[in-house]
Each structure stands twice: as structure tokens, then as C-alpha cells.
T-cell receptor
Framework: AQSVTQLDSHVSVSEGTPVLLRCNYSSSYSPSLFWYVQHPNKGLQLLLK??????LVKGINGFEAEFKKSETSFHLTKPSAHMSDAAEYFC????????????FGRGTSLIVHP | KAGVTQTPRYLIKTRGQQVTLSCSPI?????VSWYQQTPGQGLQFLFEYFSETQRNKGNFPGRFSGRQFSNSRSEMNVSTLELGDSALYLCASSLGPSGLAGNQEQFFGPGTRLTVL
């Protein structure tokens, strides 16, 4: 079975400061891992995905995530937050143990203060 | 290239009615997945269609069904609506089968907001 836990329901940062959104997963086999962002009244947009080619994954808009198998984590980071980064972020695990049903985290709401 | 489109964007129904939602994938994409998003349960996978065949199904009752046409457009149907079916229904398309499980990028539509009264 697979599961994903986003450790913070809300994260609040000031513009220009670093962003850290935490995600832990549980999986029997090497999974596929994704981060998606959802702006208000919009669909989800892919930020990045883990392909097993490299543990440090770079995505769009300056985001990156590091796959740490020993810690079963896939945390999302950005060096400097922009106001436009305020949105809901979802960590997703899929493909574990032959499961083709993706499992979404509950989401982390990123709040950016000016 | 046009993105994923969903119609209608907003829908209000009453308990017991049925509803059909439509999704047009990105041109060339043959896989369509449907998701339900609610404040209580978050984002949950409903089902995935590829080449007109349902490949995967989430843990939802039989009242939720779908189909895919030869042009890859997809519809989902919910019969005998319940208050708890109020949600944002998202459609996502990808080139090949299995969507996220196949390590493919899924492109999401803006969703259909269904309210059941």
C-alpha cells in the first residue's frame, strides 16, 4: 500500500524568504513522486516529478525537491518566495507496488506575506 | 495547443438527480483521468480511461461511471446524487496510459464545480 503525508496544512513565509513544504511517503517499491500546485479556482499544474534519474529534481518557477529514500521524504523547496507562489501544493505518490491509483496528500496552503 | 477543457464549469442539482460532466483532453492525448476534490476528503482518484477502455478505478460506488469516446473526449456520470457528491470534479489528460502511475505528466482542466442541494 502507498500513502503520502504532507506534514503542514499551512505554511506562512515573507516574500523573499525560503520556502519548505514537507512531504513523507510510504511505499513498498520505488514510487513515482510528483508535486502539483493549485491556484484558486484553477486546475492543478505540475511543478516537478521524480523519475529516479536524479535525487535532486528541478521544476518550474524555481522550485526543486530532493528524494531521500532513507527518510522516505520528498520535500519541496524554493530559495526565495514570490507573492505569486501563494497557492495550494499537493504531493502525489503513484506506481507503488503496481498500484496505478495515485494518492494525493491533503495539501499545504502556502501564504506569502509582503 | 489548447488545454484540457471541462464543461460545464458550474452545476447545481438536487438530490436524486443525475449529472453528466464532459472533458476534452489536449489534442493527441489518449488518457483521461477523473478526480473528485472535496474539503473533507481532499483529492481522490475516480477512474482512468485510455483508448475507450477503463484501465483503473478508485474506491467509489457504482453510481459514478464514465466513458471515453473514439476522439478521446470523456464523460463522467453520477446517478442518484447525494449531498456528499458536492465537489470539484477535475479531469486530467496525458499522452499514454496509467497517467501518474506511468510517471507521465497529467494536464488538468479547471474543473466542474458540482453543488447538490
Amino acid at each position: 500500500a502507498q500513502s503520502v503525508t504532507q506534514l503542514d496544512s499551512h505554511v506562512s513565509v515573507s516574500e523573499g524568504t525560503p520556502v519548505l513544504l514537507r512531504c513523507n511517503y510510504s511505499s513498498s517499491y520505488s514510487p513515482s513522486l510528483f508535486w502539483y500546485v493549485q491556484h484558486p479556482n484553477k486546475g492543478l499544474q505540475l511543478l516537478l516529478k521524480y523519475t529516479s534519474a536524479a535525487t535532486l529534481v528541478k521544476g518550474i518557477n524555481g522550485f526543486e525537491a530532493e528524494f531521500k529514500k532513507s527518510e522516505t521524504s520528498f520535500h519541496l523547496t524554493k530559495p526565495s518566495a514570490h507573492m505569486s507562489d501563494a497557492a495550494e501544493y499537493f504531493c502525489v505518490v503513484s506506481g507503488s507496488g503496481g498500484s496505478y491509483i495515485p494518492t494525493f496528500g491533503r495539501g499545504t496552503s502556502l501564504i506569502v506575506h509582503p | 495547443k489548447a488545454g484540457v477543457t471541462q464543461t460545464p464549469r458550474y452545476l447545481i442539482k438536487t438530490r436524486g438527480q443525475q449529472v453528466t460532466l464532459s472533458c476534452s483532453p489536449i489534442s493527441g492525448h489518449r488518457s483521461v483521468s477523473w478526480y473528485q476534490q472535496t474539503p473533507g476528503q481532499g483529492l481522490q482518484f475516480l477512474f482512468e480511461y485510455f483508448s475507450e477502455t477503463q484501465r483503473n478505478k478508485g474506491n467509489f460506488p457504482g453510481r459514478f461511471s464514465g466513458r471515453q469516446f473514439s476522439n478521446s473526449r470523456s464523460e463522467m456520470n453520477v446517478s442518484t446524487l447525494e449531498l456528499g457528491d458536492s465537489a470539484l470534479y477535475l479531469c486530467a489528460s496525458s499522452l499514454g496510459p496509467s497517467g501518474l502511475a506511468g510517471n507521465q505528466e497529467q494536464f488538468f482542466g479547471p474543473g466542474t464545480r458540482l453543488t447538490v442541494l
